[in-house]
């Protein structure tokens, strides 16, 4: 006979076993195979697209890089060709615990990312003005500057034609690196402290630009980008590297973790690196996010080192613990001394400073 003490014992230990069994904590980890399902339909490739347009009405494009100094070339057309990418990386959707409204998501990413469009649009402002120095530079009189500033822009378009001739080839490498030669020697901020000069052959051109954000789901590249505005940059001076866009719609978002992370947690990175489309060869028909994965091995107080392989374009993916919830913000990817990547060496933005930076949203 069972004493009643024993009995409630009895009942104690089969209620711990009937909750451990039939009600699993909400927290309690997940198989990656699982996670991944689910995760891939939420991050998403951000694509930067630029349009330029000079006050003579032509529009540009970037479309090549110069010889010397590798720096941007552009091409001028007199038709509105579109948005050209002139920048991509990785982002998802917050999942919105205090809803802001049924129609709107915001969309997290890189500070870096987004002001990709906005380089690209400054070094066309320093390419034009040189362009203008170099016409005059080359000019007999003042009545010749204009003509000499149309030939040029005839050599600058060999830049958008295919299998240039020889002849084509080094005038056009000629003229290109004479154009940034005279930014250095004149217009750059060494030669041009005060910006005078630069500004007197920068507003010649008035270059108007607009940038544009585009984000893909995964799926085919049929499949409409959703475009996006800028809620919220963070500042370049001292801020984190984070940006929010927002998108109309509603799309399931990735919840941040808010158990602190640990040294030697395994994780996941998640996003659109580069590399892999270099051994997909069907990568130009879908967008699909790759999965990386590692561990935490270091905790700093606003950034996570990881050393899941990270590399150009995971920028602004999501670092996922088991948890299936995210832990940072992928920011950063690690070079040596010499300038080649170590990609085993990531750091990114942890979870709190994300609450920290939109505490609205959360």
């Known amino acids: 006979m069972i004493s009643g003490r024993f009995k409630k014992l009895s009942l104690s230990l089969g209620l711990v076993a009937w909750l451990g069994q039939s009600h699993a904590p909400a927290y309690a980890a997940e198989s990656w195979e699982r996670l991944d399902k689910r995760l891939k339909t939420q991050v998403y490739q951000l694509n930067v697209g630029l349009k330029l347009k000079l006050k003579n009405g032509l529009w540009a494009q970037l479309a090549d890089l110069s010889p010397k100094y590798h720096y941007s070339v552009f091409g001028l057309t007199k038709e509105d060709r579109g948005y050209r990418v002139v920048g991509f990386g990785s982002c998802f959707p917050i999942a919105n615990l205090k809803e802001k ?164 947690q395994e994780v996941q990175v998640i996003g659109y690196p580069t590399a892999s489309e270099q051994i997909d060869v069907d990568a130009s028909k879908y967008y699909a996010p790759t999965f990386n994965t590692g561990r935490i091995s270091r905790v700093a107080p606003h950034i996570l080192q990881v050393d899941a392989p990270v590399t150009t374009g995971n920028s602004g993916g999501p670092v996922v613990g088991l948890r299936g919830k995210a832990l940072g913000v992928v920011a950063v990817r690690a070079v040596s001394i010499k300038g080649n990547e170590l990609p085993n060496f990531g750091g990114a933005v942890s979870a709190q400073t994300v609450r920290a930076f939109v505490p609205e949203l959360f």
């Open 101 to 264: 409204g049924p129609t709107e998501t915001h969309i997290l990413t890189n500070r870096h990312v987004i002001e990709s469009g906005l380089d690209i649009a400054q070094e066309a402002q320093r390419f034009f003005a040189a362009m203008r120095l170099c016409a005059e530079q080359g000019a007999h009189g003042s009545e010749e500057v204009d003509s000499r500033y149309e030939q040029l822009v005839q050599i600058v378009n060999l830049s958008l034609k295919k299998d240039l001739n020889n002849e084509e080839r080094t005038i056009y490498g000629t003229t290109i690196d004479a154009i940034w030669d005279a930014y250095a020697s004149y217009l750059s901020p060494k030669a041009d402290p005060s910006r005078a000069l630069f500004g007197k052959y920068m507003a010649m051109d008035k270059l108007e630009s607009s940038v544009g954000y585009f984000v893909h789901q995964a799926g085919p590249v049929t499949q409409p980008a959703l475009e996006a505005k800028v809620y919220k940059t963070a500042k370049a001076d001292g801020g984190p590297d984070l940006a929010v866009l927002s998108v109309k719609g509603k799309y399931p978002g990735i919840e941040f973790d808010t158990v602190a992370p640990t040294e030697g």
